[in-house]
């Protein structure tokens, strides 16, 4: 029995070591889940649920008249992940070179060293812009700076630089004043949370991918989805 069960770890082991290294060695992600934490560009493989707003977004940036995208939704909604792994993704695959920064408390100093050093650039995403307004006075010289930098791009037609901006709900006050002003330019752009038929997706997505080597029994990932959702109901959350 000894015997038995050291040669049943060892196979156990070999498997588990195995089921790192493969995808790993296909440019894959090692684990298929990532769970509370965000997806980077290097996930775009396994980020499945949000293909409707991939596909929304990027509709918006190919559009002549549209020089801004403003994304906003709650925190922990997922606008990071859609932004990174997916919406950079698609523009890669549109052929559109992207790049995706964290504002920081000077995002303005960021995006014009980028605008510099990348000049194959088309569309500069700026995530997480609540820092801007978090760690800055609202008549600071960053805040000022910044704005006048992306009202500088939108409204120079012959900048092929496009913007999208990503922040909570209760920062689109500051920036309304930058809104009304490139209205003809600028697109809102909503981020609510998974409906039951994407978050299914999102679970059962990466079973899907042969080199991760596991499925799931029929009707699973419907069902704990549907747990997901009522326990999220019960504690009021979203």
């Known amino acids: 029995p000894a015997v038995a069960l050291l040669s049943t770890l060892e196979k156990w082991g070999e498997r588990l070591k195995r089921a790192h290294q493969v995808p790993a060695a296909a440019g894959l992600p090692a684990?298929?889940?990532k769970f509370l934490e965000p997806f980077e560009a290097g996930d775009a493989r396994i980020f499945f649920g949000r293909e409707s707003e991939v596909a929304e977004l990027t509709a918006l940036l190919a559009a002549p008249t549209v020089?801004?995208?403003?994304?906003?939704?709650?925190?922990?909604?997922?606008?990071s992940s859609l932004l990174r792994a997916g919406?950079?993704?698609?523009?890669?695959?549109?052929?559109l070179p992207s790049l995706v920064i964290n504002?920081?408390?000077?995002?303005?100093k960021r995006l014009a060293e980028a605008l510099q050093t990348r000049p194959?650039?088309?569309v500069a995403i700026v995530d997480q812009l609540d820092e801007l307004f978090t760690l800055n006075r609202p008549d600071s010289p960053e805040v000022r700076r910044f704005l006048e930098l992306v009202i500088g791009l939108a409204e120079d037609a012959a900048s092929p630089v496009k913007v999208v901006l990503s922040f909570r709900p209760e920062f689109r006050a500051p920036l309304?004043?930058?809104?009304t002003r490139l209205a003809r330019l600028a697109q809102a752009y909503a981020v609510g949370p998974l409906s039951e038929a994407a978050l299914a997706d999102a679970i059962e997505g990466p079973s899907f991918i042969e080199l991760y080597e596991f499925s799931f029994e029929a009707g699973f990932a419907r069902a704990l989805t549907r747990d997901i959702?009522?326990?999220?109901?019960?504690?009021?959350?979203?």
């Open 229 to 238: 959702l009522e326990t999220v109901a019960e504690r009021g959350e979203s």
């Open 67 to 79: 020089r801004l995208v403003l994304v906003f939704g709650p925190c922990g909604v997922g606008k």
């Open 87 to 95: 919406l950079s993704r698609a523009l890669a695959d549109e052929g």
């Open 31 to 33: 684990h298929p889940f």
């Open 120 to 122: 194959e650039l088309r």
């Open 103 to 108: 504002a920081g408390a000077d995002p303005g």
């Open 176 to 179: 309304f004043a930058l809104e």
